[in-house]
């Protein structure tokens, strides 16, 4: 069975056409653009994913994905990462202390060089 893309409207056909020609996108994102414009000829998920080097069930995500978020859906999403060990009152004060004049000496001598 083919897979369902929606129905593109016309400045996402352009979008995705420009993307499956350019030269200085991202690859992730021609790669990406291909995948959505693939299912609309008829494709199956194993023959795109034969042809793209990936798996049945990547291509599949990003069908969905494309299929729920439209274009938007085609870019990276936002990963947590690590949470933070200091909160942003401490950051500050160390970047503020790191930044500032080293504390002059007691009784304003230079210590010899």
Request: aromatic share 4%; proline share 9%.
């Amino acid at each position: 069975m083919a897979l369902q893309v929606r129905g593109l409207s016309d400045e996402e056909r352009v979008k995705i056409e420009r993307l499956t020609r350019a030269q200085t996108a991202p690859v992730r994102l021609a790669v990406r653009a291909w995948i959505v414009k693939l299912p609309a000829d008829g494709h199956t998920a194993p023959t795109i994913a034969g042809r793209l080097n990936l798996g049945a069930a990547t291509v599949r995500t990003w069908v969905k994905r494309f299929n729920a978020d439209g274009l938007a859906g085609m870019e990276d999403a936002s990963r947590p990462g690590r949470p933070s060990t200091y909160d942003e009152a401490v950051q500050s004060r160390v970047i503020t202390k790191a930044r500032s004049l080293p504390p002059k000496p007691a009784g304003a001598q230079v210590p010899p060089t």
